[in-house]
C-alpha cells in the first residue's frame, strides 16, 4: 500500500515575489531526491501561503528500490595463486564490497578475464530516506535574499519557525538547528489555532481550512478573482484586469475576503492613472472600470480574514485611500501650476549617471539621437517637429512633485502634464511611448514619434553604458540593459523600420564624445553593442522559431537592419523547404571555402583557360543582375533562386579545374571568381552557416 507525505515549512510572512520560484524549487528538488534515492511515487504537488511552504508526495512506496550492481574485480591472473586459492587482491576486493567468493565469477572483458560479482543493495525504509534527506531539501531553497536569525547557521527569505513532517499518520522527525519536525502547525496567525495538531496527512488541508488558512494558493486566487468580479459586477462595473496583482495579493493573504469600498467624487476629476497608481502600487487595490475601460467610484480589496466587523474595515481603507488620493491631487495641482516645460532646466540638478552626465544631458542626446533616427526614416516635417518637441520634454516630468512620490508615474505624467501645458496629442502620447515596452509582453508606441523616442531613450542608455564599462556580465543587468535592447528590436520589427544598427551606434557614441566629452576605445565599444545586439537579436529569433543556423547565416552577412534580417529569415526558411537543396548547400560550401583566400574579386576573362571555368564564369554573369535586382526588392527568396543553375557549374568547375596553381595570376583569377559569387551570395545570406539536413 503506498502513503503519502506531507513537509510543512512553517516561516515568518514571505515576500510575495519569492514564492512562486520557491515552490518550484521546492517540487524540483524533492524531485531530484526521489530520482537519486530511488523511491517511486506518483505525484508531487506543492502549496503555499504567507507563512508555509507546502509539499505532498502521494503514492511513495514503502521502501527504496533494491539495487541490483554488478561488480568488476581484479582480473583473474592476478586473483588467484598457483593453487587455485584466492590471492589478497581478490580477498581485499571481496572484503571491501562485503561479498563472499561463491557470489563471484569470471567474465572476459576486452581480451582478458576477470572476476565479477552481482549483489542486490536492500533498499531502505521509505521513513529512513525522508529522515535522511528532508533536511538538505529545505536547505536547498534559495532565494534572492536571505536571512540568518537566532544564532542559526541556515539561510532563509525568513525565520523558519515550525516544520511539519508527516508520512500518513506517523512523524518522520529531524531536527533542523534546533527545529524539530512535528505534527504541530499553526493556524491564521489572528484567527486559528496556534497549535493545530494533525493526525494524518487527509486531515491537513481541511484542518487549516478550519482554522482560517487556505493552503491551496490556486484556491485563493479563484476566490479572489470569483468574489471580486462578482462585487464589481453589483456595483455595474468590472474588475481592471491585473494577473500580476492578483497573484500577489494571492501570495499575502491566507483566507481572502474581498470587500468593496468606495472613491469620493471629488478624486474622480484626477487622471485616471493618478488614482490607479496609488490604489494598485501601494495599497494593492483592484480599480473597478465600466465597458469603455472608465474608472468607476469604487474600489476592491481583499481581506486577510473573515467577513467580522467588515463595515469597519471597509472605512479603513476608504480612509488610506483617501489619503493617499488626497496627496495625489494636492502634487497634481501644484505641478500644473506652471507648463510642463518650465521643469526641463531643473533636470540640469539631477545626475542621471555619474560619468554620463545630469538628465538633462541626456535629454539633449535623446533629442539629437531621435532627430538621426527620424531623417534616417525619412519622417514628413510635423513629425520630426513632434520628435524634436517630445525629445525636448521627455525627462521634464521626473522632476514634478507627483513623479518625485510616486516614481511609477513617469512617462504618465508627463503625457498628462503635456496636454495641461498644451502640447498636441502626438508629442503628449510620444512623451509616454518612450519607456514602452517597460517588460516582455508590455505594449509597444503607437506612434512614429513615440517609437523614434523609445529607440533613441534606450540607444542612449546601452552606448553610454557600455563606453564606461557597466555592460550587463553573466546574468547580472542592474541597469536593465539587455531589456531595453530587446524594446528596441521588439519597436523596430513592430513598426518595419529600416534602419542601420552600425550607423545608430556609431552616432550615439558620437553624442557622447560631442557633448560629455567622454573618452573610451570607440572601436572596441562600438564591436562590444554590436555583438550585444546581435546576440539578443539571435535569442529573439529563436524565440520566433527561427532556425539557429538560418540566424546565423542571416547575421553573418553585411547588413546590419533588424527587420531586414527578420525578412531575410523568414525567406531563407521558405527556400530552404524546397527539395534537392542538399547538393546546392554542399556546393556553396565548396565554394565559400576556398573564397576566403582570395585577395581580391576581380575577374579577367581572358586568364580563364578550362572549360567549366568559362562556363562558371558565364552562368554567373549571366544571373548577378537579377541577383541585385531582386535584392533591391527584398525578394531574397528569388534572387536564392537565381543561384540554383550555378550548382552544376560549380561542381564540374571543382571536378575539373585545379584552383591552387602555381601560376599567380591564374591562381588568383579563379579565386577572384569564387570570391565574387560568394560576395553575392553574402548579399542575401551565408549559406555556408546552413546545416545541411
Known amino acids: 500500500m503506498t502513503k ?32 537519486d534515492e530511488r523511491v517511486t511515487y506518483e505525484e508531487i504537488n506543492v502549496y503555499s501561503t504567507p507563512r508555509r511552504l507546502v509539499l505532498v508526495a502521494e503514492g511513495l512506496e514503502d521502501k527504496q528500490a533494491d539495487l541490483k550492481e554488478t561488480l568488476k574485480g581484479p582480473a583473474k591472473r592476478i586473483a588467484f595463486n598457483d593453487d587455485g586459492n584466492p590471492t589478497k587482491a581478490l580477498l581485499g576486493f571481496m572484503k571491501g564490497k562485503d561479498i563472499k567468493i561463491n557470489n563471484t565469477y569470471i567474465q572476459e572483458y576486452n581480451g582478458e578475464e576477470y572476476v565479477y560479482a552481482n549483489i542486490i543493495k536492500n533498499g531502505k525504509n521509505i521513513k529512513e530516506v525522508l529522515n535522511i534527506n528532508m533536511i538538505n531539501l529545505i536547505k536547498s531553497i534559495t532565494f534572492p535574499k536571505s536571512m540568518k536569525w537566532g544564532g542559526k547557521n541556515i539561510r532563509f527569505a525568513r525565520p523558519i519557525r515550525w516544520i ?106 484626477l487622471p485616471k492613472d493618478v488614482i490607479i497608481t496609488p490604489m494598485k502600487e501601494h495599497l494593492r487595490f483592484f480599480p473597478v472600470v465600466d465597458d469603455k475601460k472608465r474608472l468607476l467610484p469604487y474600489f476592491i480589496t481583499v481581506r486577510n480574514g473573515n467577513e467580522d466587523f467588515i463595515d469597519t474595515v471597509i472605512k479603513g481603507n476608504e480612509k ?68 524634436d518637441r517630445a525629445g525636448y520634454l521627455s525627462k521634464a516630468d521626473l522632476v514634478t512633485k507627483m513623479v518625485s512620490e510616486f516614481t511609477e508615474l513617469q512617462g504618465k505624467m508627463g503625457m498628462e502634464y503635456a496636454k495641461t501645458s498644451g502640447e498636441n496629442e502626438i508629442v503628449s502620447l510620444a512623451i509616454y511611448e518612450q519607456y514602452l515596452p517597460r517588460y516582455s509582453g508590455d505594449e509597444l508606441p503607437t506612434t512614429t514619434a513615440g517609437a523614434i523616442l523609445s529607440i533613441g531613450d534606450k540607444l542612449d542608455s546601452i552606448a553610454g553604458s557600455f563606453a564606461i564599462g557597466i555592460q550587463p556580465t553573466g546574468s547580472q543587468d542592474p541597469f536593465g540593459l539587455r531589456r531595453q535592447a530587446l524594446g528596441i528590436i521588439n519597436i523596430i520589427l513592430d513598426k518595419k523600420l529600416n534602419l542601420s544598427l552600425s550607423e545608430l551606434i556609431e552616432f550615439a557614441l558620437y553624442i557622447y564624445v560631442e557633448e560629455n566629452g567622454l573618452a573610451f576605445d570607440y572601436n572596441k565599444v562600438k564591436l562590444e553593442i554590436t555583438e550585444f545586439f546581435n546576440g539578443r537579436i539571435k535569442n529573439m529569433f529563436m524565440d520566433m522559431g527561427i532556425r539557429y543556423d538560418i540566424i546565423d547565416a542571416v547575421i553573418s552577412t553585411k547588413t546590419d537592419d533588424i527587420y531586414d534580417m527578420r525578412i531575410r529569415a523568414d525567406k531563407l526558411n521558405e527556400w530552404l523547404s524546397k527539395d534537392g537543396l542538399s547538393e546546392i548547400l554542399s556546393a556553396f560550401n565548396r565554394v565559400s571555402n576556398l573564397a576566403e583566400k582570395a585577395i581580391t574579386d576581380e575577374v579577367k576573362r581572358d586568364l580563364f583557360i578550362e572549360e567549366e571555368e568559362i562556363n562558371l564564369y558565364d552562368t554567373f554573369n549571366n544571373i548577378e543582375e537579377k541577383v541585385i535586382s531582386f535584392i533591391n526588392k527584398k525578394e531574397y527568396d528569388k534572387a536564392l533562386d537565381q543561384f540554383v543553375v550555378l550548382r552544376e557549374p560549380v561542381d564540374k568547375f571543382f571536378d575539373n579545374v585545379m584552383v591552387m596553381v602555381e601560376d599567380e595570376d591564374i591562381r588568383d583569377n579563379r579565386l577572384g571568381l569564387l570570391k565574387k559569387i560568394y560576395d553575392t551570395m553574402l548579399l542575401i545570406c551565408d549559406l555556408s552557416k546552413i546545416v545541411n539536413k
Open 164 to 269: 511539519v513532517s508527516l508520512l500518513d499518520d506517523e512523524i518522520i522527525p529531524f531536527d533542523l538547528e534546533g527545529i524539530k519536525a512535528s505534527n504541530i502547525t499553526k493556524g491564521h496567525r489572528f484567527l486559528g489555532s496556534n497549535k493545530i495538531e494533525i493526525n494524518c496527512v487527509d486531515e491537513y488541508f481541511d484542518l487549516l481550512k478550519d482554522n482560517y488558512v487556505i493552503v491551496d494558493q490556486n484556491k485563493r486566487k479563484e476566490t479572489i478573482k470569483y468574489r471580486s468580479e462578482k462585487l464589481a459586477k453589483e456595483k455595474g462595473g468590472n474588475l481592471l484586469p491585473d494577473e500580476t496583482l492578483l497573484d500577489e495579493v494571492t501570495n499575502i493573504v491566507e483566507y481572502p475576503t474581498p470587500i468593496i469600498g468606495r472613491i469620493k467624487e471629488e478624486y474622480l476629476s
Open 4 to 35: 503519502k507525505y506531507l513537509l510543512e515549512i512553517g516561516v515568518e510572512e514571505l515576500p510575495a515575489r519569492y514564492v512562486r520560484d520557491a515552490l518550484q524549487q521546492l517540487k524540483d528538488n524533492c524531485a531530484k531526491i526521489f530520482k
Open 320 to 387: 488610506v485611500l483617501g489619503a493617499r488620493l488626497e496627496d495625489a491631487k494636492f502634487f497634481y495641482m501644484e505641478d500644473i501650476k506652471v507648463p510642463l516645460d518650465s521643469y526641463v532646466e531643473d533636470l540640469k540638478n539631477i545626475v542621471f549617471q555619474e560619468k554620463l552626465g545630469t538628465l538633462y544631458d541626456k535629454t539633449k542626446r535623446v533629442q539629437k539621437l531621435a532627430a538621426k533616427i527620424g531623417g534616417y526614416l525619412e519622417v514628413g516635417e510635423d513629425t520630426e517637429n513632434n520628435i
